[in-house]
């Protein structure tokens, strides 16, 4: 079956600097992968979504990229700032062709910026 | 968390007896899903919908029911609580294209079973 690993549970870095964050994952490639993030008691929020044919994806300070041969996906926040403490999710979107979209989530990695 | 409501927020029961957990969306989306979260574990889903009436299992739906009478709600019933199921619920939505983001994820129902 389809494993995600996300290779760290926790992230410590200073703000200024940029936060990589590391998704793996076995077996096939999905369709698409996307990032979450998700602070304590509420829900995950979508960041961003990247596609199988698709080398990297930016929004703002954000930027994704998606290495089908490496079966990875590193996720960068560039001068990152404590505002952007929390955990961030990875996920994997198996179906192809247009179907139900379910995601196969990985556990998180906890980000913390210290100022 | 607009456009997607989940209830009760908070719920504490025994073992034994039946809960039904409330999604709400406003959103008009084709697609609903039951996630749910524990330590140690990504988010995992139940259940989920492709349209009213229509539903299918997820990856840990031993022990839980859906059902969705309507576009707006799908409920999440625990007919016989156990405390393997204390865990925070999720709710989310899409807009049903392969690769369309879940764009809401409700703010979720944290369920202790004693």
């Known amino acids: 079956s389809q494993k995600i690993e996300q290779n760290s549970e926790a992230l410590n870095i200073q703000e200024g600097k940029t936060a990589t964050l590391t998704c793996n994952y076995t077996n096939y490639s999905p369709a698409y992968l996307q990032w979450y993030r998700q602070d304590p008691g509420r829900g995950p929020v979508f960041l961003l979504l990247?596609?199988?044919?698709?080398k990297e994806k930016r929004k703002e300070r954000l930027k994704v990229t998606f290495d089908t041969t490496l079966k990875q996906s590193l996720f960068h926040i560039t001068a990152s700032q404590p505002a952007d403490s929390a955990t961030y999710l990875c996920a994997l979107d198996m179906h192809y062709g247009g179907s139900q979209g379910n995601l196969i989530f990985g556990k998180g990695t906890k980000l913390s910026v210290k100022p | 968390d607009a456009g997607i409501t989940q209830s009760p927020r908070h719920k504490v029961t025994e073992t034994g007896t039946p809960v039904t957990l409330r999604c709400h969306q406003t959103e008009n989306h084709r697609y609903m899903y039951w996630y749910r979260q524990d330590p140690g574990h990504g988010l995992r889903l139940i259940h989920y919908?492709?349209?009213?009436?229509?539903?299918d299992k997820g990856e840990v739906s031993d022990g839980y029911s859906v059902s969705r009478s309507k576009t707006e709600d799908f409920l999440l019933t625990l007919e016989s609580a156990t405390s393997s199921q204390t865990s925070v619920y999720f709710c989310?939505?899409?807009?049903?294209?392969?690769?369309?983001?879940?764009?809401?994820f409700g703010p979720g129902t944290r369920l202790t079973v004693l």
């Open positions: 990247i596609r199988e044919n698709e």
């Open positions: 919908s492709y349209g009213v009436k229509d539903t």
């Open positions: 989310a939505i899409s807009g049903g294209t392969s690769g369309t983001p879940l764009k809401f």
